[in-house]
């Protein structure tokens, strides 16, 4: 099947099982918060994050904030999100830069965005679609994961980087359906196509979709 025509069936159906698509980080629409909440989910659960943040913000509720907190305080806080020492590192440059360079607002760009300490491509994204409403992929483990079980990209033997699996996405999927696809990515995964036992019986995409097939003419 053609990976474009694969890209809208997959996008239509996911709208329909998850219409509500929104961010599970519980950051009140504040482009700072979802910035600070998006470092501190490396290497940690969404819910331990959305458990942490809300002393951590009532302790520093602003950019400006947490640019004159001290980094040992801050790691207090995020201790139980792990690597706090570089988590509480990045979290106080990253405040100190948009203080000082960007006027206290989060940049709407990759370019700039990517000048913020513990910034990668991912978080990124994240910001770029949900505070400025543009095209993003949030590659992920469940979207590299399941993009790649499906077909759009890679396979599911070898997925493809982070990066790659961005490009090939975004050459597919219509833009304004990008940022909302990746959220439901991760509710699918966390649903039905779990990492070591997804749920093929069930799914809503099992015709569709790359892995199954192949299952299934092995058997044969």
Same mark, same amino acid.
């Given at each position: 099947?053609? !990976?474009?025509?694969?890209? $809208?069936?997959?996008?239509? =159906?996911?709208?329909?099982? +998850?219409? /509500?698509? *929104?961010?599970?980080?519980?950051?009140?629409?504040?482009?700072?918060?979802?910035?600070?909440?998006?470092?501190?989910?490396?290497?940690?659960?969404?819910?331990?994050?959305?458990?942490?943040?809300?002393?951590?913000?009532?302790?520093?509720?602003?950019?400006?904030?947490?640019?004159?907190?001290?980094?040992?305080?801050?790691?207090?806080?995020?201790?139980?999100?792990?690597?706090?020492?570089? !988590?509480?590192?990045?979290? $106080?440059?990253?405040?100190? =830069?948009?203080?000082?360079? +960007?006027? /206290?607002? *989060?940049?709407?760009?990759?370019?700039?965005?990517?000048?913020?300490?513990?910034?990668?491509?991912?978080?990124?994204?994240?910001?770029?679609?949900?505070?400025?409403?543009?095209?993003?992929?949030?590659?992920?483990?469940?979207?590299?994961?399941?993009?790649?079980?499906?077909?759009?990209?890679?396979?599911?033997?070898?997925?493809?980087?982070?990066?790659?699996?961005?490009?090939?996405?975004?050459?597919?999927?219509?833009?304004?359906?990008?940022?909302?696809?990746?959220?439901?990515?991760?509710?699918?995964?966390?649903?039905?196509?779990?990492?070591?036992?997804?749920?093929?019986?069930?799914?809503?995409?099992?015709?569709?979709?790359?892995?199954?097939?192949?299952?299934?003419?092995?058997?044969?």
């Amino acid at each position: 099947m053609d !990976k474009i025509l694969l890209a $809208k069936q997959i996008c239509a =159906r996911l709208s329909q099982k +998850y219409p /509500g698509a *929104v961010c599970s980080l519980s950051y009140g629409g504040d482009p700072w918060r979802l910035l600070v909440m998006g470092r501190l989910s490396a290497q940690c659960t969404d819910e331990r994050v959305n458990i942490v943040c809300p002393a951590l913000f009532e302790r520093y509720p602003d950019v400006y904030a947490m640019a004159e907190a001290e980094q040992d305080e801050i790691a207090k806080y995020i201790f139980s999100c792990g690597l706090y020492n570089s !988590k509480a590192r990045d979290l $106080k440059a990253m405040s100190v =830069r948009i203080v000082t360079v +960007y006027n /206290g607002k *989060v940049p709407d760009n990759m370019e700039d965005l990517l000048t913020l300490s513990g910034v990668g491509r991912k978080i990124a994204n994240l910001i770029l679609g949900d505070i400025f409403g543009k095209p993003a992929i949030v590659a992920d483990t469940h979207c590299i994961r399941i993009s790649a079980r499906l077909g759009l990209c890679g396979d599911d033997i070898k997925p493809l980087s982070p990066e790659k699996t961005e490009k090939a996405l975004s050459a597919i999927v219509e833009p304004g359906e990008q940022a909302a696809l990746c959220h439901r990515f991760v509710m699918f995964g966390r649903d039905v196509c779990s990492a070591r036992s997804p749920s093929c019986d069930v799914c809503e995409l099992s015709d569709i979709c790359l892995k199954n097939h192949l299952d299934t003419n092995n058997k044969e």
